[in-house]
């Protein structure tokens, strides 16, 4: 017990450590893979959370679980795998709210480029039909376009402002609207109230198609998760007998829970793939 809490407080202050040392390292694939993390909490709503916290959350995690599943079930074997589990939790939780938030903006989207074409039709310059978004536009979208209406009050810049308001959004469709409203800035035109209502069109299009396609996929996935759950979470019961602790803590048990655990991802990530609908990417960030 005592060697697999020092190896527990091991994992956890190693990627403590690794949180707080990222920017000793300046090799691309780390910088890429800490900008996809940065990114990804953005668009769950997660600004005040940093990729090393998010680490140093994983190793908590890790931490606690594996604790509570050697308290209850006393088998090092049992607990080291839960403890692994335990450490993917706040990711999987981020990636949660991440799919949960987009599906949610994208039903807002069209709402804001019909304010955007309606404040553009009605004589606003694009600084302040954007600006206005933050006063009128829907609520959970309404503090980044009034932040971009302060900078822009501010500095006077329009494209920083906006270079700005995408960050803020980290969104696909937030990355077309600013590109098409910075082109329509600069090349200036008279169709971008068609091309908005244009835009508008195509995003409750595809919002509607989505939903249903999300609305048929759910009870498959969901049948799928809880067969990938069911047989560990029949393991921790049977690992409460004090002769199955002794089975599953011999090196042949160990590699059985091993080889589980590794069919168990690779079956669940296999379904993830399959079932998982076709995402927008930020190409234009």
């Known amino acids: 017990m005592g060697a697999l809490v020092g190896l527990l407080l091991g994992v956890g202050l190693l990627l403590a450590w690794t949180g707080v040392t990222r920017r000793n390292r300046p090799d691309q694939p780390r ?3 800490f900008r996809r993390t940065r990114e990804h909490l953005h668009q769950a709503g997660l600004t005040t959370i940093s990729p090393g916290q998010l680490i140093a959350l994983q190793a908590l995690s890790l931490l606690l679980i594996g604790l509570l599943t050697l308290l209850v079930t006393t088998s090092v074997s049992v607990s080291t795998l839960f403890a692994v589990a335990g450490a993917a939790l706040p990711r999987m939780l981020v990636n949660r709210l991440r799919h949960r938030r987009q599906a949610d903006l994208r039903e807002l989207w069209p709402e804001v ?10 004589g606003l310059s694009l600084p302040e039909a954007l600006a206005a978004i933050g006063t009128r536009g829907p609520e959970q979208l309404r503090e980044p376009f009034r932040q971009f209406g302060s900078d822009y ?17 980290a969104d696909p469709v937030g990355d077309r609207i ?4 910075r082109v329509a800035r600069e090349v200036g035109g008279t169709d971008l109230g068609r091309l908005l ?3 508008s069109g195509f995003l409750r299009d595809d919002a509607r198609t989505r939903a249903e396609l999300l609305a048929r996929q759910t009870w498959s996935v969901n049948a799928a998760r809880m067969a990938v759950a069911a047989p560990w979470l029949v393991l921790l019961l049977l690992a409460t007998q004090p002769t199955t602790l002794q089975a599953y803590d011999s090196p ?8 589980g ?3 168990s991802v690779v079956a669940y990530r296999v379904m993830i793939r399959i079932g998982r609908l076709p995402e927008d990417r930020r190409v234009l960030q």
């Open 31 to 33: 910088r890429d893979h």
């Open 113 to 122: 480029v019909d304010n955007l074409t309606s404040g553009v039709r009605a």
């Open 153 to 169: 009050r501010t500095t006077g810049h329009f494209t920083t402002s906006l270079d700005r308001l995408k960050n803020a959004l």
């Open 252 to 259: 042949t048990g160990t590699a059985i829970l091993v080889g």
């Open 197 to 199: 209502a244009t835009l």
């Open 178 to 181: 600013c590109e098409s409203l």
């Open 261 to 263: 655990a590794v069919l």
